[in-house]
């Protein structure tokens, strides 16, 4: 299955989906207009991902700002993480936020109340 | 009295002028607000904290004149679709975003603007977190979240103002207060 990797833009984030290594990462800003046209072969990705996940998906959310026309899709992306939890891989959330930045902390916190996925609040230095 | 959108534009722009903008508002041009701002937030030194409350106002208020302003040519005073100005005043920031719309919003513009005014920052994440995980997104994105978005992180309620331009259509202004 091939790997996304996409560099990051001043609207888009970079992207790196890697079937083989069980790696899903998504940094930077996520503020387009359209996020559903930039999200929607990320997701078509993991269903295709969750028919031969690897027995540990570690997936690194580390967004510097996202507006809420991203937020729907990322909660797309957790939910078709949860479905590849559910079909048998050990899929590890972690949510990096930058010191002080409590808006990004707290919009973790929202998507970690919605998602049954275990979530990692991680701190970074700015 | 005639609502003209220079008159309405001169009267709102005072204060130190971080971003300002009359037109018509695409995503190339947004994305040139948007950094015009951030590196004009960084010569005025604010806390980080702030600057992102701020990017982040800006970014969901933008966005929202590119979906939803409609365009008008009143008068001739040129087919204007929107403005948005970003000043400082005294220690806090103040956004200040306008667009035409037709005149049967602005019942639903006032309902929800009042809706969200009344809640508490705690009921705002409540509801944010409702509409994200219930209601299906329109095309244009949203789903009125971004006005959610912008009152839960500044925690400021917004004013507001409509007025009349014609029988079909009204200017609709918000300002919100960012410290």
């Known amino acids: 299955m091939e790997s996304i990797v996409r560099d990051g833009t001043q609207k888009t984030p970079s992207i790196e989906f890697d079937a083989e290594a069980g790696k899903v990462e998504i940094k930077g800003r996520s503020i387009p207009e359209n996020s559903i046209e930039f999200y929607n072969p990320l997701i078509a990705w993991l269903e295709e991902y969750s028919g031969n996940a690897k027995p540990t998906t570690e997936v690194n959310i580390q967004l510097e700002y996202f507006n809420t026309s991203s937020s729907k899709c990322i909660l797309d992306v957790f939910k078709k993480l949860e479905v590849i939890a559910k079909a048998g891989s050990d899929v590890k959330v972690n949510w990096f936020y930058e010191e002080d930045d409590e808006d990004m902390l707290e919009a973790g916190e929202d998507y970690q109340s919605i998602i049954k996925l275990p979530f990692k609040m991680i701190e970074i230095e700015e | ?179």
């Open chain 2, 1 to 179: 009295m005639k609502f003209v959108i220079d008159d309405w534009y001169t009267a709102h722009r005072k204060g130190e002028v971080i971003m300002e903008y009359k037109g018509e508002f695409t995503p190339e041009l947004i994305t040139n607000l948007l950094d015009v701002s951030e590196s004009r937030l960084d010569e005025v030194a604010t806390p980080s904290k702030i600057r992102k409350k701020i990017y982040n106002s800006l970014v969901e208020g933008l966005q929202n004149l590119f979906h939803h302003s409609c365009k008008v040519d009143i008068d001739k005073q040129g087919a204007v679709f929107g403005a948005a100005l970003l000043l400082k005043v005294g220690e806090s920031f103040k956004l200040i975003l306008g667009n035409y719309t037709q005149s049967d919003n602005e019942r639903f513009l006032t309902d929800r603007i009042e809706q969200i005014n009344s809640l508490s920052k705690d009921e705002l994440k409540q509801l944010y977190k409702m509409i994200l995980n219930n209601k299906e997104f329109s095309e244009k994105g949203g789903g009125g979240l971004g006005m959610i978005d912008i009152a839960r992180k500044t925690g400021s309620k917004y004013e507001y103002n409509f007025y009349p331009i014609d029988e079909d259509y009204i200017f609709f202004e918000l300002m919100i207060n960012i410290n």
